[in-house]
């Protein structure tokens, strides 16, 4: 009882040095974040205007109005002192930045997580029976399929399966629009998991056929375990500890990383939002939802080297 | 002589059709004393159409909308003094009349019975109001140099107009006052920035950006930023502009290809912009719902007289020798595959008034020898040395056309030339402003009222907004002037037209070609008609 109390409390301790470790990087990234925005070159009040520009006079005002007339170091205080008040200011398009944010992120984080199951499932699955007949049939397929995964753009396997299975075969819808849902969202989840399937597929062959001639399978197997069960417990946990880092890693990837993706199907989705804000150089937007990104990228980093600890029981953290 | 515009015309005649069918249809009616709901309105049709848009980048409030994506859904949800129809005719709207004597002063009366959707009426202060707190300094609209030719405008110090150029005479009259007289005022009065407010904009002009409350067509019925605006006929319209569909929903995409997939798979009726990798096939996959006609974009590039060897009478030789060497007819057809077309003056075909035929444009003409010539002559007068540059944004698709042209600069002249791409637009728009072009550089305008002297004065009058190269001429300016104070728009275009005879000798901006509006529809719509602004007249759209 004892023991367990104090490695719940060690925990809870790892866990909040680990949640105070995200104050200096989040002060970090915003600053950083900001700074690349403001050396963009070009004036953002100016290209408003289009073609014409805008008159002296009114440029003026715009820029008053969003402090743009300030030096840098006020600008990026300016906006922190927004963020203590939970105001992350006004995009250029009038909204608030953080109602942006709020509509786009539940659909990029639906479209993340789909293709999170979907690599994770599928490449785990094949990995492993890959890896378990090493240099079949079976095998040696799937590792011409994963190559001509990583090797193409993924902007053409979008462009491909949004032509192929959208327009010709009309099995989906080609692109997302207003109508989120796990159907329509399903094409671009695939071809966003699509580059991490083949990793993650590689990855779980290699370390399964690895493991599968370790010392503890073959005593496992000796003492007369059940197949399946010395390939579950023995063989796929301890090959899982790689690939749940590359998940972990991935799901902060996938969601600043569907920025073509979200382009070619037409998701609302964050990265849309990310992209018409650099477009517009519009820092306050930019640096919210790069700063969100990176807390879901930190977030989920630390929910895997907790899952370690549940994979592996030799990593504890104390 | 006016461009014949294919699809234009198929469109004319499908409409001309359905007007015959719906005459013969109802005469039939009378004849067996039907009173059957279903044929009486054998008008509009019920079906929803959906286009294609971009999510508004500002609040939806007409001198706040300078760009196509609010603009789309301004002109369809409110009304103005006057519209325009697709050939970029100006007919009156909510205006009875536009009237003045000297073309400075005038007065403005407006229809009885027209309301706002939230049941308020038009009246003339809807107008005096929306136009006074447009021009404010202290608003710092960005269309607010639509008023700068009113009375009592100013950059420098807040000046309200209501008082100066604007007076409200009674609920149905007012007047305006220009700086100075301008024949073609009224032509510009269909535009977004004229449109009338209601009196609730003003208590939270925020609030309202959001949901618009207008006098047009359509009402918006819900927006759902960055996916869709779904709108509703509006049942108290009273104009010429009647929905003759159940509604309109504008999908907004971020990228053409996206919508171009989905009006090929049937999720899309019409498209109003084909991205530039459909270009060569889409006209065959479309057939005859394709669209390509010239549209109210000039495009062109700038060589200022700060530039070494382009001053004074040299370099007026070497700016013709210049648009001499490039083949615009290979370039349009070769690198945009048919969706430019060559041009042949300063402004645009769509326009009222546009020839192909002023003394002078056959500089425009690829003419090797000629070019070579003049080319010689500038060099008796001071050799040419250096490269010859043109300046372009890299981030709107111009690499293309920038190498064919100083390519074929290259090839004539033998001399060197080269494109100079900047990464962004508003880097590339920042140089110019600040006026650190050392060469040529790509500039393009897009009419925002079909009136000729909205392509000349504000780009190559003396010390104009966007006069990007400081062209000063004064033989130029007085005719504009001349133009602007005459009786017509017929008087006034013969005086512009001269206008452009100076520009053709001079050379401000070397024209290069109009774009090409390229649409489409899905067989799913019919009487697909685009207007002289790109924008396919959408109330027009019918669909089952």
């Not at chain 1, 417990?233 to 979200?262: C, K, Q, Y």
Request: glycine share 8%; charged share 20%; with cysteine.
């Amino acid at each position: 009882m004892a023991a367990t109390g104090r490695k719940v409390s060690l925990m809870a301790w790892y866990v909040a040095r680990r949640v105070m470790q995200l104050i200096p990087v989040f002060l970090g990234a915003t600053l950083l974040i900001y700074s690349l925005v403001f050396l963009l070159p070009g004036d953002p009040i100016q290209a408003l205007g289009g073609e014409r520009g805008l008159p002296p006079a009114v440029a003026d005002q715009l820029r008053a109005h969003y402090n743009l007339d300030k030096p840098f170091i006020i600008q990026y205080l300016l906006y922190l002192k927004g963020l203590l008040s939970f105001d992350l200011g006004v995009s250029f398009s009038g909204r608030e930045v953080s109602e942006i944010i709020a509509s786009a992120f539940p659909t990029t984080f639906q479209l993340a997580i789909m293709a999170l199951v979907i690599e994770a499932v599928f490449g785990v699955g094949v990995g492993l029976i890959a890896g378990m007949r090493k240099g079949g049939i079976f095998d040696a397929t799937f590792l011409v399929v994963s190559l001509i995964v990583i090797a193409v753009p993924i902007f053409v396997i979008g462009f491909v399966v949004q032509f192929v299975f959208g327009v010709k075969l009309g099995w989906f819808p080609p692109t997302v629009g207003s109508d989120v849902t796990f159907y329509t969202l399903l094409a671009p989840a695939i071809v966003l998991g699509s580059v991490s399937f083949a990793y993650v597929l590689r990855l779980t062959r290699t370390t399964v056929a690895e493991n599968l001639s370790a010392d503890y399978v073959r005593t496992a197997t000796a003492k007369g375990l059940a197949r399946p069960r010395v390939v579950r417990v023995h063989v796929l946990r301890n090959s899982l500890i790689p690939v749940v880092t590359f998940l972990g890693v991935d799901l902060g990837a996938l969601m600043g990383g569907a920025v073509v993706t979200e382009g070619i199907f037409n998701v609302p989705g964050i990265g849309n939002a990310l992209y018409t804000a650099i477009k517009a150089q519009d820092s306050p937007s930019v640096v919210s939802i790069v700063t969100v990104l990176v807390i879901v990228f930190l977030i989920a980093n630390l929910l895997v080297d907790l899952l370690y600890a549940v994979l592996d029981p030799r990593i504890r953290y104390a | 002589m006016k461009i014949q515009r294919f699809a234009g015309v198929t469109a004319v005649i499908a409409a001309g059709a359905l007007a015959l069918t719906a005459c013969s249809s109802s005469s039939d009616d009378e004849g067996s004393t039907s009173t059957d709901g279903e044929t009486t309105a054998s008008g509009p049709s019920t079906g929803i159409v959906s286009v294609n848009g971009n999510e508004p980048q500002n609040p939806l409030v007409p001198a706040n909308t300078n760009e196509v994506g609010g603009g789309l859904l301004l002109d369809l949800t409110f009304s103005g003094l006057q519209y325009y129809d697709a050939e970029g005719g100006a007919h009156l709207e909510v205006a009875e009349s536009i009237e003045s004597d000297d073309a400075q002063n005038w007065t403005i009366k407006i229809k009885d019975g027209w309301t706002f959707s939230d049941g308020t009426p038009v009246t003339a202060s809807s107008f005096v109001d929306a136009w006074n707190w447009g021009a404010l300094l202290s608003n710092a609209t960005l269309s607010s140099y639509f008023f700068e030719s009113i009375e009592g405008f100013s950059y420098e110090e807040e000046s309200e107009l209501k008082g100066q150029g604007l007076e409200v005479v009674d609920d149905s009259t007012f007047t305006v006052k220009l700086k100075a007289p301008e024949a073609d005022f009224p032509l510009r009065l269909g535009y977004s920035a004229y449109f009338p407010l209601p009196e609730s904009f003003y208590d939270d002009p925020d609030a309202f950006g959001e949901a618009p409350i207008g006098n047009g067509p359509y009402l918006l019925d819900t927006w759902t930023h960055d996916a869709e605006a779904k709108l509703v006929p509006n049942p108290d319209y009273s104009g010429d502009r009647t929905p003759q569909n159940g509604g309109v929903d504008v999908k907004f995409y971020q990228t053409q290809d996206a919508a171009y997939n989905d009006l090929l798979a049937g999720q899309l009726d019409v498209i109003t912009a084909v991205p530039d990798s459909a270009f060569a096939t889409y006209q065959d996959e479309l057939g005859d719902r394709a669209v390509n006609q010239p549209s109210a974009v000039f495009q062109s590039f700038t060589i200022p007289e700060t530039v070494p060897h382009f001053e004074g009478e040299e370099g007026k030789l070497r700016r013709q020798a210049i648009s001499h060497a490039v083949n615009r007819e290979e370039i349009t057809d070769v690198i945009f595959d048919g969706t430019r077309t060559p041009a042949s003056d300063f402004t645009s075909p769509v326009i009222d008034g546009w020839s192909d035929s002023i003394p002078g444009s056959d500089v425009l003409e690829f003419d090797e020898q000629k070019a070579k010539d003049l080319w010689a002559q500038a060099d008796e007068m001071s050799p040419y040395e250096g490269t010859f540059t043109l300046a372009y944004n890299a981030d709107g698709g111009h690499q293309a056309w920038v190498d064919a042209t100083t390519n074929s600069i290259k090839n004539v002249l033998g001399i060197e030339a080269e494109g100079k791409p900047y990464p962004a637009f508003a880097e590339f728009r920042q140089d110019i402003t600040d006026r650190k072009m050392d060469g040529a550089f790509r500039t393009g305008w897009q009419a925002d009222y079909p009136a000729l002297n909205n392509f000349l004065a504000p780009l190559y009058k003396t010390g104009a907004g966007s006069n990007d190269g400081d062209y000063s001429s004064e033989e130029f300016d007085g005719l504009i002037d001349q133009g602007a104070a005459a009786d017509s728009v017929e008087d006034a275009n013969k005086f512009f037209q001269q206008a452009q005879e100076v520009l053709f000798e001079d050379l401000p901006a070397i024209p290069t070609w109009y774009s090409n509006v390229t649409g489409g529809s899905a067989e799913t719509v019919e009487n697909v008609e685009f207007g002289w602004n790109s924008v396919p007249l959408l109330y027009e759209v019918t669909k089952n």
